[in-house]
């Protein structure tokens, strides 16, 4: 069943791409650059940091970036400035986790919309910004994008169609793709076949950091679309997990979770590891709640092998 569903997906991606392709639905253009950063899987596999480097990269070059995205489980609708170039104007619940992750991080303006045709046009005409970053944006082809790019790791070249896999296009799909950041051992001969001639390919280095100390053990808590690698970085970092506390992608975390959490801590005499995007909206609760335990983060970060060259293939596409 699940194989006559990806099927149908296929040949629903496949129609669509196709009416973009040739000038059936239109492709909207704003006043300042657009770069998506985005993939073709479900789930995570490293847009936000990847997005968080790319703003610092180009602010290093002299670029003054805007962050736009959907906005994810969020709890309000529409348009909704998170950040206006001056500070945060949105609560964490109006913005959505990753959006206030952004803003609060990087300091920089982030507007979320569904529509994120929208939000471009909006950061373009009203925020401090000369380059328009889409978080998650190679799907959202009704925005014209001056540089496409996409991260593959190994669920992409060893997935299949959703709902049967993970994968929100065909690998067909990276022939639209400008740069590929290649992840997680991927190599660019997994790729090439499927690239068109003037595309890039760079290696992507995630790395992790954690100043918890190894020796006690650990209550890992996850919001997050694949728990599992969260579970293996810790272990590699040489953490024991007493007990790992999962949740959906971008749960709303309740005060009943906060209790669970402690508890399990004092439970296993543990201490609490959590990732980054989690840990922005369990900390408010922990405090609320007057709990004097310590949250920690597994913070994510991803590295680029050739910043200088990567920086060559995208600066030329934005500059007039």
């Known amino acids: 069943m699940l194989s006559i569903l990806s099927a149908l997906y296929g040949r629903a991606v496949a129609y669509r791409n196709y009416r973009y392709d040739h000038h059936r639905l239109p492709i909207v253009p704003v006043d300042k650059p657009v770069i998506s950063v985005g993939n073709i899987t479900a789930g995570g596999s490293g847009k936000t940091p990847t997005t968080q480097l790319l703003v610092r990269l180009l602010r290093d070059a002299g670029r003054s970036p805007a962050i736009v995205m959907r906005g994810y489980k969020r ?71 001056d540089v496409d790019i996409v991260i593959v790791d190994k669920a992409t070249v060893v997935g299949s169609l959703l709902p049967g896999g993970r994968l929100r296009e065909p690998l067909t799909s990276l022939h639209r793709a400008d740069i590929i950041l290649l992840s997680e051992g991927v190599a660019a001969a997994d790729v090439e076949r499927f690239l068109k001639p003037t595309a890039r390919m760079f290696l992507l280095e995630r790395t992790t950091r954690c100043s918890a ?3 006690r053990p650990v209550i890992a808590v996850s919001g997050i679309a694949r728990p599992g690698r969260f579970h293996e970085s810790l272990r590699n970092r040489g953490y024991t997990i007493a007990e790992s506390i999962v949740f959906g992608d971008h749960h709303r975390y309740t005060s009943f979770n906060i209790r669970r959490i402690t ?24 405090l609320e709640a007057d709990i004097p335990m310590q949250l920690n983060i597994l913070e994510l970060e991803v590295h680029l092998h050739s910043s200088s060259s990567f920086l060559s293939a995208v600066l030329p596409r934005i500059t007039p």
């Not at 994120?116 to 046009?121: D, S």
């Not at 508890?263 to 922990?286: C, F, N, V, W, Y």
């Open 213 to 215: 100390p190894t020796e």
């Open 75 to 145: 709890r309000s609708r529409g348009l909704v400035v998170v950040h206006d170039g001056k500070g945060l104007v949105a609560s964490l619940a109006e913005s959505g986790d990753e959006a206030y992750l952004h803003a609060a991080m990087l300091d920089v303006p982030v507007v979320v919309s569904s529509d994120k045709v929208e939000a471009a046009a909006y950061a373009a005409g009203h925020l401090p910004c000369d380059v328009i970053i889409v978080d998650d944006g190679f799907q959202h082809r009704a925005l014209h994008r």
């Open 263 to 286: 508890a399990a801590a004092q439970r296993h005499g543990a201490q609490i590891i959590t990732t980054s995007k989690d840990e922005i909206k369990l900390r408010p609760l922990m």
